[in-house]
């Protein structure tokens, strides 16, 4: 049990030590720039989206008509060749470095890294291989440090203390825990449930974790992780392939052959069977779809009421500070509601990636009717 806790201590020093090493790469790049657009009015849709999509740069603050960013590593692979330099190059997206840009033109490239000519136009047939770390990545990356220390110190907690009561970090993680585990997990899997209770449980908390680490208004919160689509996409792709790879012969044989179902919905045109196997990609689509339209549009809502204070200040001084005191008590009730929805759903996305899985390996009733008998 000593050498046990001497290895959660060397790892929880490392991963100490691998944060603050993140931090010391990036603080150099932490830079104060002049806003170039103090005379344009200010454009609510801009700054919303601004907030819930990814950068190449981390907005901190704004003081005295001055960003206050953390400029991240650009990485980029194009002609044999690796490219790496700081986003601050960009100027905030008005310029062009090294042969590549910023897309500022509205599009499905729009915020994206571009490959342009000498004239700033952009080449469409260029090809190259974005590695960049940008704001979504950097947060991803202290998310899971975090986690790993509050995970790490939990389990400290319980070699230390034993079959005790759990202390500290512990004994917020154990009422949590057990919830998702006696709730969601076994009555959706059954008794093959401990086969897949961790990946349930590292599923639960890094969505949990993120969305919460979302509401944080500051650094190193307030990257829109969990409502990033290409996130939301691999925690539904970690569930269609665990689900997949677990079917049984039962699992299938009820998609391509499914009981109950008159014959004339089978033979000739096999109807039932192609509904059932869309179904089988349909359920991670929505998965994905449910937690990232979920949380953006959270987001939006909350930074709507915000932004109205703005939008009525440019027209009349009054009206802003007159809708002030509304709009920020709508936002702080959003907020709450924002964490409400934290919760759910980090529990929801947990409990159907559990029922699609319990689908997957539930036994045939009969066979398992006769081992009950024996």
Not at 26 to 50: C, H, L, R, V, Y
Not at 72 to 97: A, M, N, Q, T
Not at 196 to 203: I, K, M, Q, R, V
Not at 339 to 362: D, H, N, P, R, W
Request: aromatic share 12%; charged share 15%.
């Amino acid at each position: 049990m000593h050498l046990n806790i001497c290895k959660i201590k060397t790892y929880k020093k490392l991963c100490l030590l691998t944060l603050w090493s993140v931090f010391l790469f990036f603080i150099p790049n932490i830079q104060a720039s002049e806003n170039p657009s103090t005379e344009k009015k200010f454009d609510a849709g801009s700054t919303i989206i601004g907030h819930v999509v990814d950068a190449y740069e981390w907005h901190i603050m704004t003081i005295n008509d001055k960003h206050i960013s953390i400029y991240l590593p650009v990485i980029l692979y194009h002609d044999g060749k690796i490219h790496l330099f700081s986003s601050s190059k960009f100027h905030h997206g008005h310029e062009s470095y090294a042969g590549f840009a910023i897309c500022q033109e509205k599009g499905a490239n729009k915020g994206k890294i571009i490959k342009v000519d000498e004239e700033g136009n952009m080449d469409k047939d260029a090809f190259f291989i974005d590695l960049s770390i940008t704001k979504n990545v950097l947060s991803l990356f202290i998310s899971i440090l975090l986690l790993t220390l509050i995970i790490l110190s939990a389990a400290r907690s319980y070699k230390k203390n034993g079959h005790g009561a759990p202390k500290g970090i512990a004994r917020i993680i154990e009422p949590i825990l057990l919830f998702i585990k006696d709730g969601a997990i076994v009555p959706s899997i059954g008794p093959k449930h401990e086969k897949y209770t961790p990946f349930l449980l590292t599923l639960f908390f890094f969505i949990l974790f993120n969305n919460l680490f979302g509401l944080i208004p500051f650094f190193p919160g307030g990257a829109n992780l969990t409502g990033n689509i290409s996130v939301t996409l691999i925690l539904a792709l970690f569930t269609f392939i665990v689900t997949t790879l677990s079917g049984n012969k039962h699992y299938w044989k009820d998609i391509f052959n499914t009981p109950g179902i008159p014959w004339w919905l089978k033979v000739p045109i096999p109807l039932m069977p192609i509904v059932e196997l869309i179904g089988v990609f349909t359920k991670p689509i929505i998965l994905m779809i449910r937690l990232f339209a979920n949380i953006t549009a959270g987001h939006i809502i909350a930074l709507g009421f915000i932004c109205l204070i703005f939008i009525l200040g440019e027209t009349n001084l009054s009206a802003g500070y007159g809708v002030s005191i509304a709009s920020v008590i709508f936002y702080v009730f959003m907020g709450f509601i924002e964490l409400l929805v934290a919760f759910i759903q980090a529990y929801v996305f947990t409990l159907l990636s559990a029922i699609y899985i319990g689908m997957a390996v539930k036994e045939h009733e009969e066979e398992h009717e006769l081992k009950e008998i024996h």
